[in-house]
């Protein structure tokens, strides 16, 4: 084979039905806007309901607060789920300066107010700051666990745990608003940074506290905003049997890594968990596999000498199954990936 290179609160929508489909293609990415007042759980129980598919899951949790991106894999692409939680976010955050709270966020108990006598340009050289890799103490009420317990648990009961401050990374900051006593900031940053974080250590650099008062994700890796489908247009679409059309390809998620399209016999191989010999190029540890009809077959790893692509995640296809007599006489021969 020839070398192939890169190629609205809760309520509204717990009365709806089961919409069980009965098309066999079920497996994608759908790109939600999240509405405010819901968890990241709710909204995946609403499609599970809505389409009778249990494997759904997202990938990166909103707090109840937060609006925007919320991306969702049906089917085999839940195990894609950890490709698309590890890439950068962006976020559009509304902080109010001189009020803090228990939990960095307007939904918290107010434990202090200062006066604010900061001018833009203080603001601006604090927001500076944080850009790079910083070390971020996370909020107590977060999911985050401590002897298998969540914080928030923890913190419930009372109980003042220390937390380890965990090294993220603020790609870019910038201030798009001021108006004192509040300002709105546009975030790209590292997986697991915690926005409510930034805003409380915001208002400690500045010395008159702050919190989170309003949050959008604007982005989560490739994924944007204006490709969301609202939860209202989703179900409206569940129920009319079009959802389909927001239901994205699985391999939308792995756009970044090497195409290799494969014949029968290779297919073969890879789906019963044997190694292809690979070529130098395409260069990178990983590659996306598909099988000769063009369906995404495997993400593939190159092994440690760089010598053979090995099937880290092998997906269910409507290849053919070849004999494995046949899949066993692809060898280590002149042909390489």
């Known amino acids: 084979m020839p070398l192939l290179g890169p190629q609205s609160p809760k309520r509204a929508w717990s009365s709806h039905g089961s919409l069980r489909n009965t098309d066999p293609n079920m497996d994608g990415i759908i790109v939600v806007d999240k509405p405010g007042g819901m968890t990241s759980h709710d909204v995946v ?3 599970r309901r809505w389409s009778g598919i249990r494997r759904v899951g997202h990938a990166g949790t909103l707090d109840p607060l937060a609006t925007g991106v919320l991306v969702l894999c049906l089917g085999q692409a839940t195990r894609l789920s950890e490709y ?38 203080q603001v601006e050289a604090a927001l500076a700051e944080f850009v790079g890799r910083i070390a971020q103490v996370p909020p107590i009420y977060s999911a985050l666990k401590r002897a298998g317990t969540p914080l928030y648990r923890l913190a419930r009961q009372g109980r003042e745990v220390e937390r380890q401050a965990r090294p993220v990374e603020i790609y870019a900051l910038q201030l798009v608003d001021w108006s004192p006593p509040q300002l709105t900031i546009e975030v790209t940053c590292s997986p697991g940074t915690y926005i409510r974080s930034l805003a409380h250590d915001l208002g400690q650099r500045l010395g008159c506290g702050a919190h989170l008062t309003a949050l959008t994700r604007l982005a989560s890796g490739e994924f944007r905003l204006d490709q969301a489908v609202t939860l209202d247009e989703l179900s409206a679409a569940f129920a009319e049997g ?37 070529a130098p190029d395409p260069p990178g540890p990983q590659a996306r596999a598909y099988d000769p009809d063009g369906h995404l077959l495997a993400i593939l790893k190159r092994s440690g000498d760089g010598s053979r692509w090995q099937p880290e995640k092998v997906f269910h296809t409507s290849l053919k199954n070849i004999p494995l007599s046949q899949a066993k006489g692809l060898t280590d021969g002149p042909t390489r990936l």
């Not at 939990?103 to 833009?120: A, I, L, Q, W």
């Not at 998620?253 to 010999?277: C, F, K, S, V």
């Open 242 to 278: 079009t959802w389909q059309r927001y239901l994205l390809p699985m391999d939308t998620a792995l756009q970044g890594l090497p195409a290799l399209h494969l014949d029968a016999r290779q297919a073969a191989r890879i789906r019963r968990g044997m190694a292809l010999p690979a």
């Open 84 to 121: 698309l939680m590890a890439s950068p976010k962006q976020y559009r955050a509304t902080i109010l300066l001189g009020v803090e709270t228990d939990t960095y966020d307007r939904e918290g108990k107010v434990v202090r107010r200062s006066p604010v006598n900061v001018s833009r340009a």
């Open 45 to 47: 129980a609403c499609v």
